[in-house]
Every structure is written in C-alpha cells, then in structure tokens.
C-alpha cells in the first residue's frame, strides 16, 4: 500500500510560481515511476509529467521549459516546481504513483489557480 498526499497549491498571478509537494509513505520500495498530473474544470485528467525510478522526467510539451520535476528521497517528498504560470494552468493537480504489479495510487489533489 502507497499513500500520497499533495500540498503546496493555492491562488497566483500569471507569471508567478507556486511549489507543490507530494509526501509519499507506506510501501515506498515498491513504486516503479511516479508522476504528476492535472485536471482543468471540464476537462479530462491530464499528463504534467513522469518520472521514472532511474530518474528519466518526461514532460508534456506545454509544460516543457516552466515546470521541474524533482524527488528528496530523505524526506520521501516529490515535488513540482512550477514557474510562468498561465490561467490555463489552473487545474487541480494530483500525484501519482505505480507500483509493482501494475497497481497505481493517486493523492487526493491540490488546487491551483491562476489569475489572469
């Protein structure tokens, strides 16, 4: 069993930055890669970026350039570094984990708004 719980959203301008975190806990060897994704009000979930345990990130193209994935194995921490941020960013955005024997985990969100 894989826990994930999200922080760090809130409400930002455009072209401001906001750090969101992802503690993980409960069976941490098990999980092959790990990523974070979001969902835009109407719209389904979408790929932000993964990462995988050999430390490969893959991002999606509008988010190449301003957001940075990144792990703190001490403190079981994944985080995503979010910079530029536009009003289309606005999405509640969720962790994401696979483990082994194709079982995913997810969080339970944060939300994060931009304002135009």
């Known amino acids: 069993q894989v826990q994930l719980v999200e922080s760090g959203g809130g409400l930002v301008q455009a072209g401001g930055s906001l750090r969101l975190s992802c503690e993980v806990s409960?069976?941490?060897?098990?999980?092959?890669?790990m990523g974070w994704y979001r969902q835009a009000p109407g719209q389904q979930r979408e790929l932000v970026v993964r990462?995988?345990?050999?430390?490969?990130?893959n991002y999606a193209d509008s988010m190449k350039g301003r957001f940075t994935i990144s792990r703190d194995a001490a403190k079981n921490t994944m985080y995503l570094q979010m910079n530029s941020l536009k009003p289309d960013d606005t999405a509640v955005y969720y962790c994401?984990?696979?483990?082994?024997?194709?079982?995913?985990?997810w969080g339970q969100g944060t939300q994060v708004t931009v304002s135009s």
């Open positions: 990462i995988t345990s050999g430390g490969r990130a």
């Open positions: 409960g069976s941490i060897s098990s999980i092959k890669d």
């Open positions: 994401n984990a696979e483990g082994s024997l194709g079982h995913t985990y």
